[in-house]
């Protein structure tokens, strides 16, 4: 139960100046992360397919702030944010993206495909609604270990069409795991509108038919993001089963480095980057309070333009993978 009342706590504590100057920091690193990967992707020093976090970071650092030492995450191919926010190693990140042994997964996952179960991180899935009916997996096991944790599993809207979803909601309801299933409503199923291609499309609401909670959450604020977690996160740890938040969001890049985004206007993004974004949002509460000036936010800046510079060279100057390696991690060695 000592987990469970932390959870709560965190739902009913202000933030901090601390707290926010971190999420400030956190958010602004994938940003800056995010664009370089984009340069090196155009530079050809990344190949096949990548799909940038750009637009909603508020939601992975927001959910990871509160967030408790064995707790999983899970997720689909736009995954690097969700890597940083979990702690992984920037350097290692990069280089993975650029196929580099210095990768996490030691250059052969890259960009949808690494994993760091030293930073509770599962994964990064290329098929669409995988990781969902995986990261109830996730839960069933800490049900089974009786370890106090909680999977948290994130999916798109387009995801969210997937019949395993629905298969992994039963199974969650009815078992009552202890997951939160975290959608991150960015508008657009690679190139479809939400209001094409779904008949419902207040997503926090597809669990009712399995009793399974919901809400409705803005996902460009982070503080927002944070106290809904917070309460999602309390539910599922104290027995309750599963529950929903739909983060409203919005990417402002296609929905790969291949993709024009035609689909929508420049207008229509370049509106919400101007009265949504969710970095100068942060950057209006901090001014409002007076917990940042302007040489704060360039000792911030620079700090992440120097993290990003030195991952981005790490990876460029790591060797390729020795060929051996693929015959590595396919087989696990089990005891008899």
């Known amino acids: 139960m000592a987990r469970a009342r932390k959870s709560v706590e965190v739902a009913k504590t202000a933030n901090s100046q601390e707290d926010l100057l971190k999420f400030y920091r956190d958010m602004l690193l994938m940003r800056r992360f995010e664009e370089r990967a984009g340069q090196l992707y155009g530079m050809g020093l990344i190949g096949g397919f990548c799909h940038l976090y750009i637009g ?46 210095g990768g996490s997964s030691r250059g052969k996952g890259g960009s949808m495909h690494m994993f760091s179960i030293e930073a509770g991180f599962f994964g990064g899935h290329g098929i669409v609604g995988a990781q969902v009916s995986l990261g109830t997996g996730l839960a069933l096991a800490n049900q089974y270990k009786a370890n106090g944790n909680v999977a948290f599993v994130y999916f798109g809207d387009g995801a969210a069409n997937q019949g395993q979803v629905y298969e992994s909601f039963n199974m969650a309801s009815l078992w ?42 803005d996902g460009m604020d982070v503080e927002a993001v944070r106290e809904a977690g917070a309460r999602a996160a309390a539910h599922a740890r104290d027995g309750h089963g599963p529950y929903i938040l739909e983060m409203k969001t919005y990417r402002y890049r296609g929905h790969s480095m291949s993709d024009p985004a035609k689909y929508r206007t420049k207008e229509e993004v370049d509106e919400v980057k101007k009265t949504r974004d969710p970095i100068d949002h942060l950057r209006e509460v901090l001014d409002a309070k007076g917990w940042a000036d302007e040489a704060a936010y360039k000792a911030i800046d620079a700090e992440v333009k120097a993290i990003v510079a030195d991952a981005a060279e790490f990876a460029r100057t790591s060797p390729e993978p020795d060929p051996a390696e693929l015959y590595t991690d396919v087989y696990l060695e089990a005891a008899q």
């Open 176 to 217: 009552k795991l202890p997951v939160v299933y975290v959608v991150e409503n960015n508008q657009y199923a690679m190139g479809t509108s939400i209001e094409r291609s779904s008949s419902e499309t207040h997503l926090h609401r597809r669990g009712v038919s399995f009793n399974i909670p919901g809400e409705e959450v």
């Open 56 to 101: 909603q970071e508020a939601i992975a650092v927001g959910m990871q702030s509160i967030q408790i030492k064995g707790d999983q995450i899970i997720t689909g191919y736009r995954d690097h944010g969700h890597m940083l926010a979990a702690g992984m190693d920037p350097r290692e990140v990069m280089a993975e993206l650029t196929g580099r042994s």
